[in-house]
């Protein structure tokens, strides 16, 4: 199928006569992230504390300042990933709602990423003993699983995700391109700071191919100075800055992947002659715009799967019960051992 394609309908149904019971959108463990993160960011911006915040989401990179740069883990965001956190919905609130046993629910989660599996077994992501999420399989792994069980792919019909928490919005959709992550913090940001429901839903300042993207975006009349960056040399000289006091950002997204999960390590691979014709980054990220704009919710406070989910169990975002589930903390960790 062309590159960009949107085959997530396609995907659930595969899933399912893989054998899995229910199939939920990670893209909403995305909107709890957006929720949660932009609520640090707002706070952080009051109290003045450990500026810039920098985004925590992938794996691969927050292992990297672990080990390189550990005297700036004050600054990463203490956000788990949209997995994680929506592992540990799953196991909580969606447990309790449907009467089952914790301990009888293995999450698995699809990832473009490879790190993914590291984290799904760092320590930190227990609750009562239990992790978040039990397994991860690549995108790639997916695919070979697909075609050992014969399954045309193509033929298939499209699946939607199952309820209660199958419904995602466009923030959510822009997390796998670099700049994404950002773009959607500041749209609930926005709006949360103004108390208004702001029109301003693009921030293209952060948005194309570049592996360091600086901008000043005015979020509620303030100057905020941002900086995306993708790639970890590209993050090397983003924390050089910080670390010798040259920096005068607010913000800071960092993903290891040049140009963000979207050319993860688990996803497909291209062949050179492929790659020599068509920019695969650039049509993968086209994708995911277009999924955004065709999108009914586009800002993530606006999901009324969220609204629900904060008003009947977590509370408000930041919160205590919303902070035990959703957040967690990083360590110094030896650049020689795992």
């Given at each position: ?20 019971d229910?199939?939920?959108d ?45 005297e ?68 790639r ?51 949360v ?44 000289q ?6 010798n ?28 002659k ?10 993968r ?13 586009r ?40």
């Amino acid at each position: 199928m062309e590159i960009g394609t949107n085959v997530a309908g396609k995907m659930v149904s595969a899933l399912k006569r893989l054998g899995f019971d229910k199939v939920f959108d990670t893209n909403t463990g995305a909107d709890f992230t957006i929720m949660e993160e932009a609520s640090e960011l707002i706070e952080r911006l009051e109290k003045k504390d450990h500026l810039p915040m920098i985004t925590s989401c992938s794996p691969g990179w927050v292992k990297y300042i672990e080990m390189n740069y550990p005297e700036l883990l004050p600054h990463l965001s203490s956000c788990k990933s949209p997995h994680q956190m929506f592992g540990a919905i799953l196991k909580t609130y969606f447990a309790e709602k449907e009467g089952i046993d914790p301990r009888k629910i293995y999450v698995v989660s699809v990832m473009p990423c490879i790190a993914k599996k590291f984290e799904r077994g760092r320590p930190e992501m227990k609750e009562d003993g239990l992790y978040d999420v039990d397994n991860v399989i690549t995108t790639r792994e997916l695919s070979r699983m697909i075609k050992q069980a014969n399954i045309e792919f193509t033929k298939l019909g499209d699946t939607a995700f199952d309820n209660p928490m199958g419904e995602a919005t466009g923030a959510a959709a822009i997390f796998g391109t670099t700049g994404g992550v950002m773009e959607a913090a500041l749209r609930t940001a926005q709006d949360v700071l103004t108390g208004e429901d702001l029109e301003k839903i693009d921030f293209k300042q952060v948005r194309g191919e570049e592996g360091i993207k600086r901008a000043t975006v005015n979020i509620a009349g303030n100057d905020l100075n941002v900086v995306a960056a993708s790639g970890l040399s590209n993050a090397r000289q983003i924390l050089e800055e910080i670390k010798n006091g040259t920096a005068n950002y607010q913000f800071v997204e960092i993903m290891a992947c040049p140009g963000g999960c979207i050319m993860g390590g688990g996803q497909p691979i291209k062949s050179s002659k492929i790659r020599r014709e068509v920019d695969v980054r650039k049509l993968r990220a086209d994708a995911l715009y277009t999924i955004d704009e065709r999108s009914t919710i586009r800002k993530s406070h606006e999901n009324p799967i969220l609204k629900k989910i904060y008003k009947d169990y977590l509370g408000a975002p930041g919160g205590e019960k919303a902070h035990k589930l959703l957040h967690t903390h990083y360590v110094e960790r030896d650049k020689y051992h795992i």
